[in-house]
């Protein structure tokens, strides 16, 4: 199995504890998260398992989108529901107020990550500093805000919420962005809920929960539900005849007569063996300098992603680990 699992991370487990139950529910070693959710959060959590495990890094640079709930008046030292009360204060705002606060971080700004948080300080993780009552200085990281959509107001009750849905960039912590809606309120705010709905091109309506990966298991469908690594790119695809493939299997770039284009090898095996140099050169194609493509041996194996260079393909970033369909 190699390919990307969609997992609905539920509340109470971490990202690392869905991997490590997934190791046991799928019997592999190879399984890795695509990005870091709270274990009270909940929802879309992309597992790259087998050869895919190289994407994670790729995935957790997509943008991603929240539902959130936003409880105005109380500041906490976590920044959400669960933590220590740290301020209470009163709330005298109206739907304008909201609106025009939360809106006005739509684009680019300067995020303070908070204290707990898995990020690093002189080797500690933040959140480890913290429990101990230590709190140092964070530098700003820049986020981008794509949009924030207000869904529903309760203002006139005892708690005071406000449900938004935001899309983000990577590395945008919702509970900060709700803390800092709060300061620009002038009240206070924390996150009462977190639900990610949208990693990249996987939304929540297709997740899959933990106990829902073991039924497929046993009713040995699960392949069916795991998206192969190819399928992630959205770029033409590229097949090498055969006499190139000890290129692509040593991780070479190779020059662009090499390649057949997929509407040339519709015809299917054979014609991409008999694919020959005449042909390639009197039908040559233009390709766009620095393009990506799909990269494929002659028996479809997908090697990985190369971009063209003054004539070559080069590599960017290889799937291929030494395993291959036979021909």
Not at 261 to 285: F, K, L, T, V, W
Request: glycine residues 8%.
């Amino acid at each position: 199995m190699d390919g990307i699992i969609n997992v609905y991370k539920e509340p109470g487990f971490t990202s690392h504890d869905v991997v490590a139950k997934l190791r046991g529910i799928l019997h592999m070693k190879k399984i890795g998260h695509t990005g870091t959710l709270d274990p009270d959060a909940q929802g879309v959590l992309p597992v790259c398992v087998g050869r895919a495990t190289k994407l994670c890094g790729m995935i957790t640079d997509w943008g991603k989108t929240y539902e959130a709930v936003m409880l105005l008046g109380r500041k906490t030292d976590t920044q959400d529901i669960s933590g220590n009360i740290v301020e209470q204060r009163r709330v005298s705002v109206d739907e304008r107020m909201v609106l025009e606060a939360a809106t006005s971080f739509v684009g680019g700004y300067e995020q303070i990550p908070p204290m707990y948080s898995a990020l690093k300080h002189n080797g500690k993780k933040l959140y480890e500093l913290a429990r101990q009552g230590i709190e140092v200085e964070r530098a700003p990281r820049r986020v981008n805000i794509d949009f924030i959509r207000i869904n529903e107001m309760n203002l006139e009750d005892e708690e005071k919420t406000v449900t938004f849905t935001v899309s983000c960039s990577k590395g945008t912590y919702i509970r900060t962005l709700i803390n800092d809606i709060g300061e620009k309120l002038g009240c206070g705010a924390c996150m009462v809920k977190l639900i990610r709905t949208r990693v990249g091109q996987f939304v929540i309506d297709e997740s899959l929960t933990l106990n829902q990966i073991s039924a497929l298991v046993l009713k040995g469908t699960v392949e069916d539900y795991i998206i192969s690594a190819d399928e992630l790119f959205d770029y033409p695809k590229l097949v090498v005849r055969e006499e190139y493939n000890k290129l692509l299997y040593n991780g070479n770039r190779f020059a662009a007569d090499a390649v057949c284009e997929e509407s040339e090898i519709s015809q299917g095996q054979d014609y991409i063996q008999d694919c020959g140099h005449s042909y390639i050169q009197e039908n040559a194609r233009e390709y766009e300098q620095g393009q990506q493509y799909r990269i494929y041996d002659a028996i479809g194996n997908f090697i990985g992603i190369y971009a063209y260079r003054e004539s070559y393909f080069v590599p960017v970033k290889i799937f291929y680990s030494g395993e291959r369909d036979e021909m």
